[in-house]
């Protein structure tokens, strides 16, 4: 017996300026809908026993039209091929006045959507498998109704579905509002898989416990995960991730600018993008070590242009301190062409610059000491 585990989709996640040219809307919402729908392609080709969905169906408590209309479609498409979908509520679409309603109540009518956000824990049999629900919910909390959550001794099969934290020897948490955790012994009961949702990176958790992660990057902290679902076949306990084609997203190595004039970290930074290879990715660049009269003179808006042909270039600028100084009273300043000579050598100017000024400054300095 097959399921696929799907999770964290945030469908009506936005960000960013940049429109697609031909639908019109948020790019990034775009691709957002663009990885759920080869989550569906992916799991109607599958042709599983069922589909869990983990949590963060949607990334708000009240999406908008467009993210609602697009997620009816994908059910529908899953309940034509009759294809059994539990989905659960997480943190990000369960308000948090239960008299405010659950946007989940739009796949009621839908037949084989199972959709649960009633905090307590439901049981819905599907075959030989028994699955056991625990919707997000904060009273009681989702650790409490995970504890007392057991499996049947009646079923050839037996899952959990939830979506929280897990704190362990490893902690999986996203340190987001409304977060819930479980402590790790909770899971080890028996089950034959564990669906888990809220932590985005793929991930085993513990014995058959698997987060399946989100679809797509939702910050630079994803940088460097792949995305996809998660095939499970109960029966002889195997795992298989289905990886999902997304836009990439590049986190360019930090750029060490000490000791740089600001004309040479622009250099450098030109360098760097330009072997990058960034058209249409999401990309950040971070300058660190940059001495505060090479600050000064920084041409920012240029740096920023070297990343124009990017989806979004994220660019910043790690300023070191000037040295420590003196509390008032404590301060001692130097003979006026010594203090001179220290502010001239501390000038982003070339060295030459900085000797012609010497020249120039010294004899008034001097005569004015004198």
Same mark, same amino acid.
């Given at each position: 017996?097959?399921?696929?585990?799907?999770?964290?989709?945030?469908?009506?996640?936005?960000?960013?300026?940049?429109?697609?040219?031909?639908?019109?809307?948020?790019?990034?919402?775009?691709?957002?809908?663009?990885?759920?729908?080869?989550?569906?392609?992916?799991?109607?080709?599958?042709?599983?026993?069922?589909?869990?969905?983990?949590?963060?169906?949607?990334?708000?408590?009240?999406?908008? %039209?467009?993210?609602?209309?697009?997620?009816?479609?994908?059910?529908?498409?899953?309940?034509?091929?009759?294809?059994?979908?539990?989905?659960?509520?997480?943190?990000?679409?369960?308000?948090?006045?239960?008299?405010?309603?659950?946007?989940?109540?739009?796949?009621? /009518?839908?037949?084989?959507?199972?959709?649960?956000?009633?905090?307590?824990?439901?049981?819905?049999?599907?075959?030989?498998? %028994?699955?056991?629900?625990?919707? /997000?919910?904060?009273?009681?909390?989702?650790?409490?109704?995970?504890?007392?959550?057991?499996?049947?001794?009646?079923?050839?099969?037996? !899952?959990?579905?939830?979506?929280?934290?897990?704190?362990?020897?490893?902690?999986?948490?996203?340190?987001?509002?409304?977060?819930?955790?479980?402590?790790?012994?909770?899971?080890?009961?028996?089950?034959?898989?564990?669906?888990?949702?809220?932590? /985005?990176?793929?991930? %085993?958790?513990?014995?058959?416990?698997?987060?399946?992660?989100?679809?797509?990057?939702?910050?630079?902290?994803?940088?460097?995960?792949?995305?996809?679902?998660?095939? !499970?076949?109960?029966?002889?306990?195997?795992?298989?991730?289905?990886?999902?084609?997304?836009?990439?997203?590049?986190?360019?190595?930090?750029?060490?600018?000490?000791?740089? @004039?600001?004309?040479?970290?622009?250099?450098?930074?030109?360098?760097?993008?330009?072997?990058?290879?960034?058209?249409?990715?999401?990309?950040?660049?971070?300058?660190? %070590?940059?001495?505060?009269?090479?600050?000064?003179?920084?041409?920012?808006? +240029?740096?920023?242009?070297?990343?124009?042909? @990017?989806?979004?270039?994220?660019?910043? !600028?790690?300023?070191?301190?000037?040295? +420590?100084?003196?509390?008032?009273?404590? @301060?001692?300043?130097?003979?006026?062409?010594?203090?001179?000579?220290?502010?001239?050598?501390?000038?982003?100017?070339?060295?030459?610059?900085?000797?012609?000024?010497?020249?120039?400054?010294?004899?008034?300095?001097?005569?004015?000491?004198?």
């Amino acid at each position: 017996m097959r399921l696929v585990h799907i999770s964290d989709t945030h469908l009506g996640f936005s960000a960013y300026s940049k429109l697609d040219q031909h639908e019109g809307i948020n790019q990034r919402e775009l691709d957002i809908y663009r990885a759920f729908q080869q989550a569906i392609d992916i799991t109607i080709s599958l042709k599983p026993d069922f589909v869990v969905h983990s949590g963060d169906l949607f990334d708000s408590v009240r999406p908008g %039209n467009r993210a609602i209309d697009f997620a009816l479609k994908q059910m529908i498409r899953l309940s034509q091929a009759g294809i059994e979908t539990i989905l659960i509520s997480g943190n990000h679409s369960t308000p948090r006045l239960r008299e405010t309603g659950s946007i989940f109540r739009i796949f009621e /009518h839908l037949e084989h959507i199972h959709p649960l956000h009633e905090p307590g824990i439901a049981t819905i049999r599907i075959g030989k498998a %028994n699955v056991v629900a625990i919707p /997000h919910s904060v009273s009681p909390s989702i650790a409490e109704l995970a504890s007392k959550a057991t499996p049947s001794e009646d079923s050839a099969f037996n !899952v959990l579905l939830l979506h929280a934290g897990i704190l362990g020897s490893d902690v999986f948490k996203m340190d987001e509002f409304n977060e819930q955790a479980v402590p790790i012994g909770a899971l080890d009961k028996g089950w034959d898989y564990v669906a888990l949702g809220h932590f /985005h990176q793929h991930n %085993n958790v513990a014995d058959n416990a698997y987060y399946s992660g989100s679809t797509e990057r939702l910050g630079f902290g994803e940088v460097d995960q792949k995305k996809g679902i998660v095939e !499970v076949d109960l029966s002889s306990h195997t795992i298989r991730f289905h990886e999902i084609k997304i836009r990439e997203m590049l986190d360019l190595p930090g750029l060490n600018a000490e000791g740089m @004039a600001s004309s040479e970290i622009l250099g450098e930074a030109r360098k760097m993008v330009s072997g990058a290879g960034i058209d249409d990715k999401i990309v950040r660049m971070i300058i660190k %070590n940059v001495a505060p009269d090479a600050y000064r003179s920084l041409d920012v808006p +240029a740096i920023r242009q070297l990343g124009s042909s @990017a989806l979004h270039f994220e660019l910043k !600028v790690d300023r070191v301190e000037a040295d +420590a100084q003196k509390t008032e009273g404590e @301060a001692q300043i130097g003979l006026l062409g010594d203090e001179f000579k220290k502010f001239v050598s501390r000038l982003d100017y070339p060295d030459a610059k900085k000797a012609r000024l010497l020249e120039l400054g010294m004899p008034y300095l001097e005569r004015d000491q004198e």
